[in-house]
């Protein structure tokens, strides 16, 4: 089985930064793909940011200039880097992994959620 750990969020005032980290355990074979989304209160689950196993990246236009999104291969690791945070930040925040384990092919898996609350 592969399991995924999230940490860093947090509350913060606007402005200011957090960092999230996501890191993968397990039977994993390898990594593909890795990214962060974010579901708000009454809101639809949505995209903040991608990155391929090549170090491409991919973000939503709101996050564009304010968020990075990195990865540690040796550690299995995906971050994001949230700079200059508003208010309408304040969600859950939900890394997602693609790879393959080492026993039963491809796969998909969502972490838990991570707090992420922005005061004004």
């Known amino acids: 089985q592969v399991q995924l750990v999230e940490s860093g969020g947090g509350l913060v005032q606007a402005g200011g930064s957090l960092r999230l980290s996501c890191a993968a355990s397990?039977?994993?074979?390898?990594?593909?793909?890795m990214g962060w989304y974010r579901q708000a209160p009454g809101k639809e689950r949505e995209l903040v940011a991608a990155?391929?196993?090549?170090?491409?990246?991919n973000y939503a236009d709101s996050m564009k200039g304010r968020f990075t999104v990195s990865r540690d291969n040796a550690k299995n690791t995906v971050y994001l880097q949230m700079n200059s945070l508003k208010p309408e930040d304040t969600a859950v925040y939900y890394c997602?992994?693609?790879?393959?384990?080492?026993?039963?092919?491809?796969?998909?898996?969502w972490g838990r959620g991570a707090q992420v609350t922005v005061s004004s």
């Open positions: 997602y992994v693609e790879g393959r384990t080492t026993y039963r092919g491809d796969f998909g898996l």
């Open positions: 397990g039977s994993i074979f390898r990594l593909n793909a």
């Open positions: 990155i391929t196993s090549g170090g491409v990246t």
